[in-house]
């Protein structure tokens, strides 16, 4: 792997870290978003899987 893609490949993982803990914030402020954000949250999950199968094959 290319040292630009490994540069890449963290600065993916900083953004989901703080959006992560952006989210765990707003949830502790306001319990009743959680639902919401959790469902989001999933669709995003799935769909970012779909991607990587599809770049796989």
Do not use: D
Not at 4 to 24: I, K, S
């Amino acid at each position: 792997m290319s040292t630009l893609a490994l540069l890449v490949a963290l600065l993916l993982v900083v953004v989901v870290v703080l959006l992560a803990a952006g989210a765990a914030y707003v949830v502790h402020r306001h319990p009743s978003w959680g639902q919401p954000l959790a469902a989001g949250f999933g669709a995003v999950t799935v769909m970012a899987a779909l991607v990587g199968l599809i770049l796989a094959l």
